[in-house]
């Protein structure tokens, strides 16, 4: 197992050359729709403090990342921001200003600043209103013909026996050559010889453009950003396909933006010289004043900051009072249940309420994986599919034991009638073909919705498996030495009689963001696979010989249950026909407990029905085709907490928190909590910052109206109608209830209860969380029970005790 590289930084003589490696280097990966993970969209930038990365996307696209001033107003007058948290983070900042001079500002903002402007953008201002503006037109041009170049069967002209990015720059010359219809949309004439003119390689276009436009050396990088952000969705696309193994099609991409900017400039200069006269001069302004314009957003940002700062403090206040003021829950000596959850923010309210029917049930916090690092592989096909975080690459494949061909027949069907459906074309005729059938299937799903599930997930539901590196079955050592890693990250030293595995799943219908509901550490996957397999190795008779002789000392008694959660209906199943029922009887009580605290994040009163109604109407949310909110995922994510569960049993922490045991004396070198570091806590900064950045700008890192969503390209992503950029990030519908957001942007908090030096020294290893901590894309603080917390910071530590100084 390896992690991969995660920011790349490259070295050029050539000025231009650097910029345009650096310009592509800055943007995050998005990974398709069958396998959606959350990322963190200023992943590649966490380099440059927070704030400065704000001003300058704010300058050169208009990206939001900070909410604006009316959200904090209103915070402000519902007291989640206080004088006392303003005057701390003033004081922190060394600023002159009081908190009433704050709030003044907040209820007569000033304008937002103006952003760069590209060429594009510049000759739109000429054009008459009831024309097409030509940056809606060269997005709409560019994305439809990355969407016809990107789906497994192009109808595009592909060029061979060229680099990747050389091969997407050069169709893309072929195609728009062909394309008469841009002239006549845009009211041009001969525009035909320019695109002709074209330089046939991407290199050559963009030195010959970048010298021609006047690019020059230290503004270059801004300028390339600003094209590429202007198409983030697509740049992210190939950053996901960049992410395992380099290939230059970012590159691709931006002479194929970079070069609609230098035809626009020359088809002016010759048809519209009086305008391409004005443009010049608006263009060197332009060039000129970048500098000045991030600064003019980074002044106008600034009590922005202020006020999400405190909005944090507050927070933070009342995480570390309630953290400080809980009692240990000692272990009893005679537990009967030990329940091994993901450490999603979503276990946490029915592992509490599983906790509270008994002293002798015990339930830890583990990543989603459950350290099977492993591509999922059914048998007898070639299929694989990843069951692991985004920053692991494997070997490692599972398969079932002794299954039969024919078991793969309705998988295949599925497939291909899924396929079919979301296909541009097929989607309608799919519909006319099925005639009346469909129409009785589309009224059957909406009176009478049945449990769907993922076609692959079909073929899962075995005991036994086999377990594959580079075609070679793993040897007992290779398995015992999986099964060690996980149970030795788990931190487990006495093992009950039984032992639950809990994946998660979730259970929605008609969604094609139904992957961003699932396990982010198991790839966007349920976890059904994983937890699988642990217990198949773990229940193994040759491999317990071996753990037992690394002193892992688990009795012959004990055994371990693979089971699942429902997200969506908090149903908890094992996949055992032997489950105690007293067992049973505990996991359906927490089912009902978990319905009911959850049950007020919905309308429709919930909250005030039986048990029996109310469970039934979660089952149905989870499978009617036509629920936009099935369920709210990860929204209101706020904390990691890596501590003892011991120490945060009994504390509500109102499902907002991911929590994963680590028991400090028992990792005597520090691995394990070097591995949670650069792990966990990486895997949930993403999801937080993921969250966050599709409130903060909906537009640019989130999908906007999943009712409008169409499927390009099967499972590349989503259009939001027919046109437009591919859209990333969470939908408005994930995020908002219609009334009220249900996601407030706020950093990731993350306690762990270990000794300062400790994690000093892990982190003092990883310029990765130096950036993100001495940055402040997220906190960390040191969590010593019943005594203090301390924020660690740009290589010292700060007193806390309940505050976030």
């Known amino acids: 197992?390896?992690?991969?590289?995660?920011?790349?930084?490259?070295?050029?003589?050539?000025?231009?050359?650097?910029?345009?490696?650096?310009?592509?280097?800055?943007?995050?990966?998005?990974?398709?729709?069958?396998?959606?993970?959350?990322?963190?969209?200023?992943?590649?930038?966490?380099?440059?403090?927070?704030?400065?990365?704000?001003?300058?996307?704010a300058a050169l696209s208009g990206i939001r990342s900070v909410?604006?001033?009316?959200?904090?107003?209103?915070?402000?007058?519902?007291?989640?921001?206080?004088?006392?948290?303003?005057?701390?983070v003033i004081q922190r900042r060394k600023l002159a200003m009081s908190p009433a001079q704050c709030v003044a500002l907040l209820e007569d903002p000033p304008a937002r600043p103006a952003q760069w402007q590209t060429l594009a953008a510049l000759f739109d201002q000429h054009r008459d209103e009831s024309q097409m503006c030509w940056r809606d037109e060269l997005l709409y041009q560019a994305s439809q013909f990355c969407a016809a170049y990107f789906q497994s069967d192009s109808p595009v002209e592909r060029v061979e026996n060229a680099s990747a990015g050389e091969a997407l720059f050069r169709s893309w010359r072929l195609a728009i050559n062909r394309d008469a219809g841009i002239g006549i949309l845009m009211g041009t004439r001969s525009l035909k010889p320019i695109l002709q003119a074209l330089p046939d390689s991407m290199e050559a276009l963009i030195e010959q453009a970048t010298d021609a436009l006047g690019i020059e050396a230290d503004n270059a990088e801004c300028y390339f950003q600003s094209l590429l952000f202007g198409i983030n969705g697509w740049a992210s696309y190939l950053a996901y396909r960049s992410w395992h193994q380099?290939?230059?099609?970012?590159?691709?991409?931006?002479?194929?933006?970079?070069?609609?900017?230098?035809?626009?400039?020359?088809?002016?200069?010759?048809?519209?010289p009086d305008i391409a006269a004005q443009v010049r001069l608006r263009w060197q302004t332009e060039r000129l004043q970048l500098e000045q314009k991030i600064q003019q957003h980074y002044d106008h940002e600034t009590l922005l900051w202020i006020c999400f700062e405190a909005f944090?403090?507050?927070?933070?206040?009342?995480?570390?009072?309630?953290?400080?003021?809980?009692?240990?829950?000692?272990?009893?000596?005679?537990?009967?249940?030990?329940?091994?959850?993901?450490?999603?923010?979503?276990s946490e309210v029915v592992r509490r309420a599983l906790e509270s029917q008994s002293p002798t049930i015990q339930t830890l916090g583990y990543a989603g994986f459950f350290g099977m690092p492993i591509h999922y592989q059914p048998e007898h096909t070639s299929v694989q599919r990843p069951q692991m975080p985004g920053l692991i690459t494997t070997g490692i494949t599972v398969s079932e034991r002794q299954t039969s061909p024919t078991r793969i027949r309705p998988y295949q069907q599925g497939a291909a009638w899924k396929s079919w459906s979301q296909s541009p074309i097929g989607g309608f005729s799919m519909v006319e073909s099925a005639g009346w059938w469909y129409a009785f299937k589309m009224l059957k799903n909406m009176w009478l919705p049945s449990p769907s599930e993922q076609p692959m997930n079909r073929l899962s539901h075995h005991?036994?498996?086999?377990?594959?590196?580079?075609?070679?079955?793993?040897?007992?050592d290779h398995c015992t030495a999986l099964a060690a890693g996980a149970l030795r990250t788990i931190g487990i030293k006495h093992f009950a009689p039984t032992v639950l595995l809990i994946g998660h799943t979730s259970e929605t219908a008609n969604n094609l963001h139904a992957a961003g509901l699932e396990c982010g550490a198991c790839g966007g996957q349920s976890g059904e696979v994983n937890v699988r397999v642990l217990a198949t190795l773990l229940n193994r008779e040759d491999i317990r010989v071996q753990l037992n002789d690394q002193g892992f000392n688990i009795p012959a008694n004990t055994r371990f249950i693979p089971g699942l959660h429902n997200t969506t209906t908090d149903d908890v199943t094992c996949f055992d026909d032997t489950l105690p029922g007293k067992l049973q009887h505990w996991l359906t009580s927490a089912r009902s407990a978990a319905q009911s605290e959850r049950a007020r994040h919905f309308p429709g009163g919930l909250a005030l029905e039986s048990d029996k109604k109310r469970n039934r109407l979660f089952k149905r949310r989870g499978r009617d085709w036509s629920q936009v909110q099935p369920e709210w995922g990860l929204a209101g994510n706020r904390a990691l907490i890596m501590a003892p569960r011991a120490w945060t049993r009994g504390i509500d922490l109102d499902g907002r928190c991911f929590l994963h045991d680590y028991i400090w004396q028992q990792d005597d070198e520090r691995k394990v909590l070097e591995q949670l570091m650069t792990a966990p806590m990486i895997v949930t900064n993403w999801i937080n910052m993921q969250y966050n950045a599709s409130v903060t700008d909906n537009t640019k890192f989130g999908s906007g109206n999943k009712v409008l969503h169409n499927a390009v390209g099967n499972n590349i992503g989503v259009f939001e109608g027919n046109s437009g950029d591919l859209r990333?990030?969470?939908?408005?519908?994930?995020?908002?209830?219609?009334?009220?957001?249900?996601?407030?942007?706020e950093r990731l908090s993350v306690y762990i209860a270990a000794p300062r030096q400790a994690i000093a020294e892990v982190v003092a290893k990883h310029d990765m969380l130096r950036n993100l901590i001495d940055n402040d894309w997220l906190y960390l603080f040191s969590w010593k029970q019943h005594g203090t917390i301390d924020r660690y910071y740009q290589g010292a530590w700060h007193q806390s005790a309940g505050h976030c100084m």
């Open 246 to 272: 380099a290939t230059d099609e970012m590159q691709g991409l931006l002479a194929i933006t970079l070069a609609w900017e230098w035809i626009i400039w020359q088809y002016a200069e010759k048809h519209q």
């Open 463 to 476: 005991h036994d498996w086999v377990l594959n590196e580079n075609g070679n079955p793993l040897d007992l």
């Open 1 to 57: 197992m390896s992690v991969v590289s995660l920011i790349s930084r490259t070295s050029s003589t050539n000025p231009v050359a650097q910029a345009v490696k650096s310009a592509c280097a800055s943007v995050a990966p998005s990974w398709p729709l069958d396998q959606m993970i959350a990322v963190n969209p200023y992943w590649q930038q966490i380099h440059a403090p927070f704030s400065e990365t704000s001003a300058k996307l």
């Open 312 to 346: 944090e403090y507050k927070q933070q206040q009342r995480m570390q009072s309630l953290l400080l003021q809980g009692k240990t829950t000692p272990v009893t000596s005679e537990v009967e249940v030990q329940a091994l959850f993901c450490i999603d923010v979503r």
């Open 67 to 88: 909410m604006p001033h009316t959200h904090w107003l209103t915070l402000y007058r519902k007291g989640e921001i206080t004088d006392q948290a303003l005057k701390a």
């Open 728 to 745: 990333i990030g969470l939908s408005k519908q994930s995020l908002h209830n219609g009334e009220q957001w249900m996601h407030i942007p």
